[in-house]
């Protein structure tokens, strides 16, 4: 009915689709945006273990979590490959101080 009296009816929360090839943001910033939320899972998978009172379920958000983990962590190499993300610090080479 709005569009055929030419007025345009308003947009769902997620947007409209367009045909458009372009990304809509930069890969970093997808790339960066994906690595916060995974982490932000592991903590809240974390959580939810901690406060379930079912026995069953820590088995399963364990695995989940471990899942989490490793897409994370893959995400994490892909940044530092791209030298968009700093490699984590590491631990000394105590061998080689000593020298």
Same mark, same amino acid.
């Given at each position: 009915?709005?569009?055929?009296?030419?007025?345009? /009816?308003? +947009?769902?929360?997620?947007?409209?689709? $367009?045909? =458009?090839?372009? %990304? /809509?943001? +930069?890969?970093?910033?997808?790339?960066? $945006?994906t =690595?916060?939320? %995974?982490?932000?899972a592991?903590?809240?998978?974390?959580?939810?273990? =901690?406060?379930?009172?079912?026995?069953?379920l820590?088995?399963?958000?364990?695995?989940?979590?471990?899942?989490?983990?490793?897409?994370?962590?893959?995400?994490?190499?892909?940044?530092?490959?791209?030298?968009?993300?700093?490699?984590?610090?590491?631990?000394?080479?105590r061998?080689?101080?000593?020298k």
């Amino acid at each position: 009915m709005l569009l055929q009296s030419d007025i345009q /009816p308003p +947009s769902t929360w997620a947007g409209k689709a $367009t045909d =458009s090839t372009k %990304a /809509p943001a +930069s890969e970093k910033l997808m790339m960066y $945006t994906t =690595s916060i939320i %995974a982490s932000s899972a592991i903590g809240y998978n974390a959580l939810g273990t =901690s406060f379930s009172m079912r026995s069953d379920l820590h088995t399963k958000l364990s695995l989940i979590g471990k899942d989490t983990f490793d897409f994370a962590k893959k995400g994490g190499k892909i940044m530092i490959s791209h030298k968009w993300m700093e490699e984590p610090p590491q631990m000394e080479d105590r061998n080689q101080l000593t020298k």
